[in-house]
């Protein structure tokens, strides 16, 4: 069995992605959490990496080593708060102390963050450079274990390198329509494990949902989403509006055996596992919701 097979194997079909910032809870809440998740029925447990998060090497390493029998996953470790060579040497020694249990998801992160630092804000040259420098590690000093590490990606290019020097894309903020474009440039043998909002509720709660969500990623500027919107044919119209179109693709809402036939259309468009994410306005609500959600939607 190959690693993408493996992986396949142990995450199944639906995980939960969990907030980082700001809305983390302390270590222990959070350990208590990912165990309850587990319990339910989850495969995998993500969480990602910003302002005013964990360093995410030494949270998952915690989570891990707290949490038995679940997956992990980092959704993503930001290329801007470590070198290629700290990142495959982290991602090696979790992958070593835990077989089987971590998934090293991997993002350029966004121009705000890149400017802080002084950067240019290049991601595909970027990106391709941070995974040579890690195969340039690996190939000098092979991990004993070997692990799967994912790209944050929305558009075609960054699609098509996490293809070629990847095992696969964790999309995030995508409409529904994303998957099967993504899968069809990713071509059947890598992982497509996207992030998808849901909402137990109607669809105007899932609509202020949405509006959040774009006021957001323009005040940040957070091109990617708004390109891989547009490429996929949601108008400025249908995304200021937002328009039931881009409501109803971008959150899947309703009650809990709705949701589970959306997830589905997913799977079935090609997504290997799918991570839900409440829309909620704490992080115990959010656990809330994917407790309720559990028995319709894990499987």
């Known amino acids: 069995m190959t690693l993408i097979e493996d992986t396949r194997a142990r995450l199944g079909a639906i995980g939960a992605w969990l907030p980082s910032a700001p809305l983390a809870p302390p270590p222990d809440v959070e350990r208590a ?7 339910l029925g989850y495969r995998s447990v993500w969480s990602g990496e910003g302002p005013g998060s964990r360093e995410v090497f030494a949270h998952f390493g915690d989570l891990l080593a707290s ?29 070593q102390a835990h077989p089987g249990r ?70 995030f903020a995508q409409p529904v329509s994303h998957t099967p474009y993504a899968r069809e440039i990713l071509g059947p043998d890598k992982l497509l494990i996207p992030q998808q909002t849901v909402l137990l509720g109607t669809r105007e709660d899932a609509r202020a949902s949405v509006r959040k969500r774009v006021a957001l990623s323009r005040e940040h500027r957070i091109e990617a989403y708004l390109a891989g919107w547009k490429r996929l044919g949601y108008t400025d119209a249908d995304i200021t509006g937002p328009s ?45 919701v994917l407790a309720e959600l559990a028995p319709a939607v894990v499987r």
Do not use: C
């Open 102 to 171: 971590f998934v090293l998801g991997i993002g350029v992160g966004h121009r705000f963050q890149a400017t802080k630092l002084g950067e240019e804000y290049r991601p595909l040259d970027r990106m391709r450079a941070y995974l040579s420098e890690m195969d340039a590690v690996a190939a000098e000093n092979p991990s004993p274990v070997a692990f799967p590490r994912v790209l944050a990606a929305v558009g075609p290019k960054m699609l098509a390198l996490s293809r070629d020097q990847a095992d696969g894309a964790h999309p």
């Open 244 to 288: 039931d179109r881009f409501v109803d693709d971008l959150v899947l809402w309703g009650d809990a055996g709705t949701i589970a036939k959306r997830l589905d259309e997913l799977l079935d468009a090609g997504a290997d596992h799918v991570l839900l994410t409440p829309s909620a306005a704490t992080f115990e609500s959010t656990v809330d």
């Open 67 to 95: 949490v038995p029998d679940v997956v992990l996953g980092t959704g993503i470790a930001n290329l801007w708060a470590r070198p290629g060579i700290t990142a495959e040497k982290g991602g090696a020694t979790l992958a």
């Open 33 to 39: 959490a990912t165990r309850r998740l587990a319990e």
